[in-house]
């Protein structure tokens, strides 16, 4: 059984606790909070699993690692805090433990990341031995590994669009839906994560990805982005109200220029109420899907679906992400120690747990 640590407890830390406790190859050992008040509860409790797991959440970062844990998986957030996670990780790696985390995106494509992260964690897995992989959903295997493996079903492939649509009052971080996409702004209001080049930072590299494994080029990133405003109030029932005129629907694309034509697109199609900009591409079921379009012969398209946490759309988009670093665990620990991303690490079968009973 590999030892495991899940440090941090939101979105991601929940579904983490989730997974490392149903993976018979893994053995949650400790789970590390910022949180003084979640200081001693139970990670059962943290996690929503409806029982206690006999371990108690603790915030001394260095009484864990003393322990020498087989494993971290690295839940606490990255996006407003890169510098401090980045710290983190290398903390962990430097122990010797095997760190899998979503929070640090320029490392999703570890070779095209800039020097300023890339040398910390190499130095980090020099000093201690240890090994880190960064993957998610979207940017994530959303991007990378499932449309990789649909493209090899086509005699002939012209172009790969990977798709997120997703209704967000359903995404439980209100802080990052409101001020860093926009929602419920004003539409002069110029949100962080919708500023130019900062679509290329979160998901070129998995453009850079998707290009290498397909053995071309990419002559240049492109983006496109497009905003429109709630043509009438509506309350949500997460994230209450968000007033007509303000910020309502985003679409945007990261492309991958091939030969001058855009053949490698990650597509985003974002609102806060399906009465917003009906005219654009919508899930199945209104709530919130992951779609790949291989244009060729043959055409193939692929929609997944996920849901946990009472059939939260968001909450399963989470799992997923989390089931894929977790799953990866066991097959780091056998690998040489190292930097790693998605074209390395294999999408393996889930051995051992079907029928297994779930926490």
Known sequence: MISTVVWGTGNVGRAAIRAVEAHPALQLAHVLVHDPGKVGRDAGDLAGTGRDLGVAATDDIDAVLATAPGAV???ASGDIRPDEALADITRAVRTGVVVVTPALYALYDQRGAPPELRDPVLAAVADGGGSLFVSGVDPGWGNDVLPLLISGLGSTVDAIRC????????YDQPDAVRDLIGMGHPMEYEPLMLAASVPTMVWG???RLMARALGVELDDIRETMARRPLETTVTTRTMGEFAAGTQGAVRFEVQGIVEGEPRIVIEHITRIHPSCAPDWPSPPDGAGAHRVIIEGRPRIEVTVEATDEDENRSAGGNATAVGRLVNAIDWL????PGLYDALDVPLRPAAGRLGRKQP
Request: glycine share 6%; hydrophobic share 40%; aromatic share 16%.
């Open 73 to 75: 998986v690295y839940a």
């Open 163 to 170: 798709q997120e649509i997703f209704d967000y009052s359903t």
């Open 205 to 207: 590299g998995q453009l």
């Open 333 to 336: 620990v056998e690998a040489e």
